[in-house]
């Protein structure tokens, strides 16, 4: 799929990440389309080691999408945990 389609993916992956977990954020919306982009790379990568499923294949399958939205969630949960602290001390 190359990287291209992987940052596009996670950009759109990290809007829907924001989306299925509201809250404020210590970065903003920019910031977490970026963990998004991170997201969809871990995604990809953990579909791929755990469950030996090629995911670079096809922009439109169900896992590729499923596997970026997942990752992103995941990232998104440690950076709130991370920099939560921090910003609620402020």
Do not use: C, H
Request: hydrophobic share 60%; glycine share 16%; aromatic share 8%.
């Amino acid at each position: 799929m190359g990287i291209i389609g992987w940052i596009v993916l996670g950009l759109l992956a990290g809007l829907i990440a924001k989306a299925v977990m509201p809250g404020d954020d210590p970065g903003g919306i920019i910031v977490t389309m970026l963990l998004g982009i991170v997201g969809a790379l871990i995604g990809g990568f953990l579909a791929n080691a755990l469950l030996g499923r090629d995911v670079n294949e096809q922009f439109f399958d169900l896992a590729t999408w499923v596997s970026a939205i997942v990752g992103a969630l995941i990232v998104l949960a440690v950076y709130r945990v991370a920099a939560g602290g921090r910003y609620a001390r402020r």
